[in-house]
Each structure stands twice: as C-alpha cells, then as structure tokens.
C-alpha cells in the first residue's frame, strides 16, 4: 500500500505540474475577457455595441472616439458607416495640426475599411515632423499598405532604429529609455522582425529593456509613476510579437503577471485608473480597451492589432516587365503598357493629416509573430509631457 501511494502521489504532483500553468494560461484570457466587458458594458450603457458605435462614437468622431473604433473593428463584425462619415466630415471641415492626431484619424479611417485620399495625405503632411511617435504611428499606416512618395517601412524603421537608446529603450526625451514609448515602437516594428535582421536586434533589446523595467507588481512605470497605460502598452507590443507574458519568465516578476497588474488598475464600473487610488482615467480606460483586445486576438490566433482586418489600401498597378517578349495575338499589334500613375495629393486646407505566431519558449530571445502586423496612443509629446508632469 505504501509503495501504491506513493506512486499514486507522484502521479498527482506530474499531474499538476502539466494542468496548472495550463489553467493559469486559460485563465490570464477569460480575465481579458471580462475586463473587456466591463469596459463594454461602460461606454455602453449597458446597450448594444453598434449602438454605442452609432451613438456616442459617432457623435464624437474626430475627438475621441477613434482608439475605441479600431478596437471594436479588430474584435467583432460592426458598421462604421455613420462613423466613417461623421469622421470624413470632421476632416474635411477642421484644421487639425497635431501630426499625430492625423496619422490618428488615418489609422481610423483604414480600420473601418476607408482607403480615402486623406490616409496618404496624412501620411506625407506628418511622418517624422512630431519626433518618435510620428514615426511609429506613419509605420502603422504604411504596415497597412499605405505608402507615399519616398515614405516606405525602408524609411521609417531606418529613422526609427536610429533613435534606439543605449539601454535598447526608446523615448521622446532623454537620455534613457521608457517602457511606455519602447512598448509602442515595439508594436510598430513587430511586423518586420522575420524578414529584417536589424530590426529582430533592435526588438531583442528593447525587450530585454522591458523585461528590467518591470515592477514587482506586474506593472510599469513611465516618468517615476507605476500606471495602467505604460502597462498595457507593453502587453501589445509582446501580443504584437506573439508572446504571452503570462507564459514568458522574463516577464513574471514574483509571481505577478502583466495581466494581473492590469486587474489592479480597473474599478468596479468597467473603467480604469491611471495611476491606483485616483479615480477613473479615460485615457487609461480606451487604451486598456485596445491593448486587451490586442491580447485576446493573439488568443485566438488571428492577426496583430495595428495590421486592420478592415484594411484596403490603393491597389497599385505593376508596370509590365519590358525585358519580357510581347506576345500578340491575330497580327494586331501589341499595345505599349500603360504608364502608371500615382495621383496626386489634393491641395486643399490642411486638414492635416501620422499575432499569434508560433509559440515560443521562455529560452527564445525575441520573437514570433503571426501575418500582420498599433499602437498607438498619445495625440502630442507636449501633450504626454504634461500629463506626467500633473501625476508626479
């Protein structure tokens, strides 16, 4: 009998050490999920979601609506129509000079399936001229197939690699790296890491960066203060590369994960906080939103948040290859190919316009993705400045 017991026990304890993180994996995804929901029944009122989509979102188009938008277009089938439109409008009858805000509201458009003039336009009006961000976010659009003049993911995630500080972090100011701005410009480069090698080094330090940074908590500080935003910042940027913090040691700090650190920052009504014990935070509630979808997605297999399912960028002819014979048929005679042409950006008032991979083990240095490829979050640097400035 002693020997069966313990045969039996040594059964158990293999048992448990297989279904335990097994459980623990399922369980970080259905605290995504009901974090989502609550965040859903929120700004819902407890109604449907194209309700809310046809209601308060469009009615807001242009102003704040556009982080919950690409969110909603990534996580479900909705009609963007009233949106679209409401959002055109806002364009065509405002002077919007924020680079960012208009790579913003490009990213909108491309997520509700809008392949409007407007996307390049802000694409070449705002790339580069608002530092970092407006790198990330220009690589964003042109991650969705969105390209103008001389603006390619070349160029971009030249000047953006070049911009990587020595400890493998990135910021808008400083000498040193944070976790908020790194985990955006992680998201923006993930979907280049296989095919380019320069980017796959500059990612593996910025992970290592992230992977010192974290708190004990699970959570991230940016600018000395442990918030919700710099923490969910960094769960879409390893969703972006198909990891799983809740799996990856490098990213478990004393048994506490990015998901659990997260929990601590929502309220009972759906929303949440900036910063633990000052009340519900908009900014920290929206980007909440769409990073945890950004998690959930990579769940269930599909493709990195800021690649939109939406997505139908211009299709652009190929110029026949003339080294090639022509070949004719009835003695006519063949036509020469027709010329490409690109039109031209409109001149017109400035309205300006900036995944579940293959799995990986914890040994991995960086990175798996899945096809595709947002993230993003601050409208200005003197907008994000400020608003640390205010928490210190």
């Known amino acids: 009998m002693t020997k069966a017991a313990a045969f039996i026990a040594a059964c158990l304890i293999m048992i448990s050490c297989i279904v335990t993180p097994i459980t ?193 908590s699970g959570a991230y500080k940016s600018f000395g203060v442990e918030n919700c935003e710099s923490t969910v910042q960094v769960l879409l940027a390893l969703s972006s590369l198909g990891i799983d913090p809740c799996k990856d040691e490098r990213f478990i700090k004393g048994g506490s994960t990015i998901i659990d650190a997260i929990a601590g920052f929502a309220l009972s009504d759906g929303s949440f906080e900036h910063q633990k014990g000052k009340g519900a935070n908009e900014s920290a509630t929206v980007q909440a939103f769409y990073c945890l979808t950004a998690y959930e997605r990579m769940g269930k297999g599909k493709g990195a948040f800021f690649v939109f399912d939406n997505k139908k960028p211009p299709k652009t002819e190929k110029p026949q290859d003339t080294d090639k014979p022509k070949v004719t048929t009835k003695a006519t005679t063949a036509k020469a190919p027709a010329e490409v042409t690109t039109k031209k950006a409109a001149t017109k008032k400035q309205t300006g316009t900036t995944a579940a991979g293959t799995k990986q083990t914890a040994s991995q240095t960086v990175t798996s993705q899945s096809a595709g490829g947002n993230v993003t979050t601050r409208e200005s640097e003197a907008q994000d400045r400020k608003r640390y400035r205010e928490c210190d």
């Open 24 to 216: 623990a994996y399922a369980d970080s995804y259905d605290t995504a999920s009901q974090l989502l929901g609550g965040i859903c029944d929120n700004k819902s009122s407890g109604g449907s979601i194209q309700a809310w989509i046809d209601g308060e979102l469009t009615d807001k188009a242009g102003v704040s609506s556009e982080w919950y938008v690409m969110a909603l277009s990534q996580s479900g089938s909705y009609d963007f129509s009233r949106y679209q439109k409401a959002l055109k409008s806002y364009i065509a009858n405002n002077n919007i000079a924020s680079a960012t805000t208009r790579e913003k509201l490009a990213l909108a458009l491309i997520s509700t399936g809008s392949s409007d003039s407007y996307i390049t336009e802000a694409l070449g009006s705002s790339a580069g001229k608002q530092g970092l961000m407006s790198l990330v976010f220009a690589l964003h659009i042109v991650n969705n197939g969105f390209t103008t003049g001389d603006i390619t993911a070349k160029s971009l995630i030249s000047d953006i690699l070049a911009l990587q500080k020595a400890d493998g972090g990135f910021a808008i100011i400083g000498d040193y790296g944070d976790p908020d701005c790194t985990a955006m410009t992680v998201t923006a480069l993930a979907p280049s890491v296989r095919s380019n090698s320069k980017v796959k080094a500059a990612c593996d330090k910025a992970l290592g960066f992230l992977s010192k940074a974290q708190q004990a």
